[in-house]
């Protein structure tokens, strides 16, 4: 049996967010009531695996990366994350240990306002290769 936070976070995580009715907030704009829902999806910086803490540093000092594709443009063809032109979000691989491959694991590195990954603070984490992202909180 698992614990009303554990379910919670199984909800939060694995499930979505389900509407009932279409409760946009008034005082926000079309894209602040998309984003909203991964306001609530978000991890701390200090709750990433180590290896998730690590790349992030080395995106902020803007490298040196341990894979060719580090810092390729992300599509975000699931469009899981708020709509952004084609180049606005970039991909660093999380290190994955005991995989033979690049993994699963991913830090997504939006623009922001300051136009460059290494400062906007814009970061977004999965470890399901894409199927879900938590919003990284600094």
């Not at 690590?54 to 599509?75: E, N």
């Not at 906007?120 to 600094?138: A, C, L, N, Q, V």
């Amino acid at each position: 049996d698992l614990s009303p936070d554990e379910l919670a976070a199984i909800r939060n995580r694995r499930i979505g967010f389900v509407f009932q009715q279409f409760n946009l907030l008034a005082r926000t704009s079309a894209l602040e009531n998309v984003e909203l829902p991964l306001l609530y999806s978000s991890a701390p910086a200090a709750e990433l695996p180590a290896e998730g803490r690590a790349t992030l540093t080395l995106i902020r000092r803007g490298g040196p990366f341990p894979h060719r594709k580090d810092g390729a443009v992300f599509g975000n063809f699931e469009r899981l994350l708020p709509d952004r032109p084609r180049g606005y979000y970039l991909e660093y691989t999380v290190a994955s240990p005991g995989a033979r491959d690049r993994g699963a694991r991913r830090i997504v590195a939006g623009q922001g306002s300051t136009g460059n990954v290494q400062t906007s603070g814009e970061y977004y984490y999965t470890d399901d290769h894409y199927r879900s992202f938590r919003k990284i909180r600094e």
